[in-house]
């Protein structure tokens, strides 16, 4: 997991985390006024337990924070993510 980066896939509403040119994890996101909504994370199989999730979840909110968005929590994924790193929440 050493080289994941994430790619703002904004045709279809999704961040991607890909590692080895491979998409590894999605977080789904619709944009409403000022803020991203995030619907859906999901990292793909056989990548479970590696902490593609997490950085997935960090790189997406760095963005939106990046963007001056704020941050809606639709998914249950993101929300536990946000519960568990208060540092987000002017952006809520």
């Known amino acids: 997991m050493s ?3 994430l790619r703002n896939n904004s045709a279809q509403q999704r961040y991607e985390l890909v590692d080895n040119d491979q998409v590894v994890g999605v977080a ?3 944009v409403d006024g000022d803020a991203v909504v995030f ?3 999901e990292v793909g199989e056989g990548h479970e337990g590696k ?3 997490s950085t997935l979840a960090k790189l997406a909110l760095d963005d939106v924070v990046a963007a001056d968005r704020k941050i809606v929590a639709r ?3 993101i929300a536990a993510y946000l519960k568990r ?3 987000y929440a ?3």
């Open 51 to 53: 902490g593609y999730g």
């Open 3 to 5: 080289g994941a980066t």
């Open 39 to 41: 619907r859906h994370t």
């Open 90 to 92: 002017q952006s809520k």
């Open 75 to 77: 998914c249950e994924f």
């Open 85 to 87: 790193h208060p540092e």
């Open 28 to 30: 789904e996101y619709e």
